[in-house]
């Protein structure tokens, strides 16, 4: 019997065409950037904003702790998202 793999969920921030800043969890961050573009099963968010271009991301161990971790970065000022993107390993 095959082993079933575990889904690594991410929390990621998209940087829309107005330069607004949105934070999101998944388990596959390029499908749900794609339904984000399409405005197919994608966030209200982006109705009135496209987005752009993913500016980070961060695996986390489960869906609870990506939550968790969305809710926190959500609470931060754009200054702090901002430093956030600018220290992690993710390519601007």
Known sequence: MAKKLKKHWEVYIIETLGGRLYTGISTDVER?????QSG???ARFF??????????????????MALKREAQ???LKRSE???LIMNSQTPL
Do not use: A, L, N, T
Not at 32 to 36: D, E, I, T
Not at 49 to 64: A, G, K, L, T
């Open 32 to 36: 749900r950037f794609k339904q984000h």
């Open 40 to 42: 197919k099963g994608g």
């Open 47 to 64: 109705k009135i904003d496209p987005p752009m271009q993913i500016r980070y991301r961060e695996v986390c161990r489960d869906r609870s």
């Open 73 to 75: 970065i959500k609470r």
């Open 81 to 83: 998202k901002v430093m």
